[in-house]
């Protein structure tokens, strides 16, 4: 059966497609069988990361009935697969957010991960999202207002009654003023699966429209995405070789 998980914040621009697309690349790597949908229905975004936005067929066609969704799962070089939401408006017509689950069926069959990259806010997109997963992951900045929305995430959550498997930190510097590991586990309660530096290689891939773990595989950065997928497979963590004394142990540390 196919493990659905959805990566959800609360707050908006914390890294949650960005998240989604590289882990979703580091399972791949592992030889998972990865789908990615994009949850966000009226701002599509996994198109626009990956720079593919004039999709002949997208989940629009598919919450409208007219094609299964196994017509709109495009293959990416990662070997990850990719349902993009369509970008244009005039397609919205008729979509209840609340087809989803139903929509996700066909791909359900098949032992893998369906990732679903939820939407900002915890308005009717990003719940209907969590609804459907078996469980979700919540992706947080080490900073309050981006914590306080994760707690909410979280709340919601548990009224909604899926599990929530832990919290990614993205974004961090480890400098003064962001929170630190202990402060937002103390706030969040739940497991951090990892934590993903401010990285200016996952910019630049954004605006090249390339996936960060598929162009740069032996970055620190994605071994922290290995880090966060063995931590979800619970399985060994596949230290990178070469690395030696002081760095070796920062490193290995998050
Ligand atoms: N680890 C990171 N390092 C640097 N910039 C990042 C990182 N993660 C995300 N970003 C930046 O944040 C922006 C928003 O990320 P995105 O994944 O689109 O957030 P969300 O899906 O939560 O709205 C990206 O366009 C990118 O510029
Ligand atoms: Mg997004």
Known sequence: MTTVVSIVSGKGGVGKTTTTLNLAAA??????????????????NISLHLGIPLFPTTLH????????????VYIHESGVRVVPASLSVENLKGIKASDLQRALDPLVERKGWIL???????GKEARTVMRVS???IIVTNP?????????KAIKVANQIGTPVAGVIINRWTGKK????LNNIFEMLEKPILGVVPEDQKIQECISQKKMFF????????AYRYRYIVSNILGQPYPRPTGLTGAFKRTFLNY
């Open 134 to 136: 078996d469980t979700s």
């Open 61 to 72: 066609d598919v919450l409208q009935g007219k094609i299964d969704i196994t017509k709109a």
């Open 177 to 180: 003023h962001q929170m630190t």
């Open 214 to 221: 598929h162009t740069h595989p032996q970055s620190r950065t």
């Open 143 to 151: 900073e309050i207002p981006a914590v306080t929305d994760a707690l």
């Open 27 to 44: 399972l791949a790597e592992r030889d998972h069988y990865v789908t990615v949908v994009d949850g966000n229905l009226t701002t599509p």
């Open 116 to 122: 679903l990259d939820g939407a900002a806010g915890l």
